[in-house]
């Protein structure tokens, strides 16, 4: 997980010193990117139904997985 204060943003201001734009490295930008990428995963799922994790393990023995 990013730790956001590692994170070293540099920032592109306007003539009046507005912060409009940030840089940051490739390597930060991608992990934010997949941290994204998560939460947007989680957040699509939050209203699936829960399946016990007794029942996972069962269904995973029973088709042969586990």
């Given at each position: 997980?990013?730790?956001?204060?590692?994170?070293?943003?540099?920032?592109?201001?306007?003539?009046?010193?507005?912060k409009?734009?940030?840089?940051?490295?490739?390597?930060?930008?991608?992990?934010?990117?997949?941290?994204?990428?998560?939460?947007?995963?989680?957040?699509?799922?939050?209203?699936?139904?829960?399946?016990?994790?007794?029942?996972?393990?069962?269904?995973?023995?029973?088709?042969?997985?586990?």
């Amino acid at each position: 997980m990013l730790d956001l204060k590692e994170l070293k943003p540099k920032y592109i201001t306007d003539e009046q010193g507005n912060k409009i734009s940030v840089i940051l490295s490739v390597s930060d930008f991608q992990e934010l990117l997949e941290e994204l990428e998560d939460l947007t995963a989680i957040a699509e799922r939050k209203d699936d139904p829960l399946i016990p994790h007794e029942k996972v393990k069962e269904d995973l023995k029973n088709s042969g997985l586990l």
